[in-house]
């Protein structure tokens, strides 16, 4: 069977003509291969064993990435705690009855003077610091002493 092209193919003219056709009925579709047990199984056990390298794989990749992130939390910890703090500021019971009458006149807490940094006092020196427009931490730190205009001892000053 011939059959003339009119439009031009690379490699051939307009006059060339093709001369045989393959037909697709010829081909058969091929039939699936079935794999006999033990076949069957060995792959079965490399799938199996891809699987298994593939979830240690992951996890030890996991733990590495655990054991960076706790060593550097470590180094952190670590550093924060070798530097050096100064002594902790302390007011002593004479300070806090003085404050505690301090705090009962302006009207931040009820109740008597007992000496003792108790919650009662906590928060109405919390109240206090935050009508002063000073930082509220509800303790007798430095700053709200000098601010009561109650006298530091000389261990306080040298702080």
């Known amino acids: 069977m011939k059959v003339g092209l009119e439009r031009g193919i690379k490699g051939l003219d307009r006059q060339d003509t093709i001369t045989s056709v393959p037909t697709l009925t010829k081909l058969k579709r091929a039939s699936p291969v079935r794999l006999t047990t033990s076949e069957d199984n060995e792959m079965k056990r490399i799938l199996s064993a891809a699987f298994v390298f593939a979830f240690l794989l992951s996890m030890e990749a996991s733990a590495q990435n655990n054991a960076n992130s706790n060593a550097n939390s470590a180094a952190r ?83």
């Open 77 to 159: 910890a670590t550093a924060n705690s070798n530097r050096r703090r100064g002594p902790i500021f302390r007011a002593n019971k004479d300070q806090i009855n003085q404050a505690q009458a301090i705090l009962k006149q302006r009207g931040f807490m009820t109740g008597d003077a007992t000496g003792k940094l108790d919650t009662a006092t906590r928060a109405a020196l919390k109240k206090y610091q935050g009508a002063e427009s000073l930082r509220v931490t509800g303790t007798l730190n430095r700053v709200t002493l000098e601010k009561m205009n109650i006298t530091l001892t000389e261990r306080q000053r040298a702080m």
